[in-house]
C-alpha cells in the first residue's frame, strides 16, 4: 500500500504544471457544421504527464462531450515511444496502473527499438501496426508510410486523405485496438506509435469520435502534440543526434499537427462513411464492442 501510494505521489509530481498552453480552433475554421459550433481551447497544463525520456504522454480524459457526459481522466492515455522510459519513469508509468499498452508501430520498429520496459506480469502488450514496414521507414521520425518530404506543404484536405488512406490500410488494427480497449479488465490503457502523432492521433480522434467530443476539440487535443513534442527535440539534440539530424532536416509542415488537418480528416470521415459510429460499424465493431466502450470511458458532464 505504502508503494502504491508513493507511486501516485510521483504521477502527481510529474503532471505538467507550467503556464498553460493553449491549441484552439477558431470558429468556422473548416470542417463540419458540429465543428464551427464549438470553439473550446485545450490545455496542455495539467493533461501531459512529464517523463525523463517520453515526451507526448497524456490524458485522453477530461472532453466534454456533445450530449452533456465528460470523457473520464486516468483511464485512456495516447502517447509516444515508450521504448526509451527509464528507470524512474517507470514507477510513474506503474503509478498510473496501466493494464494494457497498445502499440502501434510497425514491426520494424518495435523490433529495431523494443517496446516498453514493463513485465509481462504488468501489463498487456499489444502490438497492433497501423501500417506495414516499407523501405523508407528507417528513419526514425515517427512517419513511416507517409508520403515523400517535399518542402511545398500539403494542404488540409491532401493530409486529411493521408490518414484516411492510412486508416483504410491499418482499419483491422484500429478495430483490434477499440476490442482490445472495451475489455473488462483493459483499463487504465494508453495507445501510442512512434512520434504519437499520426497513427495516434488518428485512433484518438476515433475514439473521442465515437464518445461525442466535438470536433473542434478533438483537432484541439491532437494540435497539443506539436507543442508536447518540443521537449523531444531538444531532448534528442543531446541523447540522440542522428535522430535529431533527421528530424531537423524534414519540412517544417512534417512537423506540424495542423487542428485544421484533424477537421479535414473528420469531414472526410463523413464524406466516406457517414459518421465516426458507422466507420467503427464498417470495420467490423458492433455495439458490445463500442457501447462497451463507452461505458467505461464516459461519465456524467458537469450538469449530469
Not at 475554421?29 to 481551447?41: E, F, L, V
Not at 456533445?66 to 522510459?85: F, I, M, P, S
Not at 518542402?151 to 488540409?156: F, M, Q, T
Not at 540522440?240 to 499537427?257: G, V
Request: proline content about 8%; glycine content about 10%; charged content about 25%.
Amino acid at each position: 500500500m505504502a508503494d502504491q501510494a508513493g507511486r501516485r505521489q510521483a504521477v502527481s509530481r510529474r503532471l505538467s504544471r507550467p503556464t498553460p498552453t493553449t491549441a484552439q480552433v477558431r470558429d468556422g475554421a473548416g470542417g463540419s457544421g458540429q465543428a464551427a459550433a464549438y470553439a473550446r481551447p485545450v490545455e496542455l497544463a495539467g493533461r501531459q504527464i512529464v517523463f525523463d525520456a517520453c515526451f507526448n504522454f497524456r490524458d485522453v480524459g477530461g472532453y466534454e462531450t456533445a450530449d452533456g457526459g465528460r470523457v473520464r481522466t486516468g483511464v485512456l492515455y495516447r502517447a509516444d515511444t515508450l521504448h526509451r522510459l527509464t528507470p524512474a519513469d517507470v514507477e510513474v508509468v506503474r503509478g498510473l496502473g496501466l493494464r494494457t499498452v497498445i502499440d502501434l508501430r510497425t514491426p520494424r520498429e518495435a523490433a529495431r527499438h523494443g517496446r516498453a520496459p514493463l513485465g509481462e506480469d504488468e501489463v498487456v502488450h499489444l502490438h497492433l501496426p497501423m501500417i506495414d514496414d516499407e523501405p523508407d521507414d528507417a528513419r526514425d521520425d515517427g512517419r513511416p508510410g507517409e508520403p515523400p518530404p517535399s518542402a511545398e506543404p500539403p494542404s488540409p484536405e491532401e493530409r486529411a486523405g493521408f490518414y484516411l488512406a492510412m486508416l483504410e490500410r491499418g482499419g483491422a488494427a484500429v478495430a483490434a485496438a477499440f476490442r482490445a480497449l472495451a475489455a473488462p479488465d483493459a483499463l487504465p490503457a494508453v495507445f501510442h506509435c512512434t512520434a504519437g502523432k499520426d497513427r495516434t492521433g488518428v485512433l484518438a480522434a476515433l475514439v473521442l469520435g465515437h464518445l461525442g467530443v466535438p470536433d473542434d476539440v478533438i483537432a484541439a487535443d491532437y494540435a497539443l502534440t506539436e507543442r508536447a513534442r518540443a521537449r523531444f527535440r531538444a531532448w534528442a539534440a543531446v541523447h540522440e543526434p542522428d535522430t535529431a539530424a533527421a528530424t531537423a532536416a524534414l519540412p517544417a509542415w512534417m512537423q506540424e499537427t495542423r487542428a485544421e488537418v484533424m477537421l479535414a480528416f473528420l469531414d472526410r470521415v463523413r464524406q466516406e462513411h457517414g459518421s465516426v459510429p458507422q466507420l467503427l460499424a464498417d470495420l467490423g465493431l458492433g455495439p458490445p464492442t463500442l457501447d462497451g466502450l463507452r461505458d467505461r470511458l464516459l461519465e456524467p458532464g458537469p450538469a449530469g
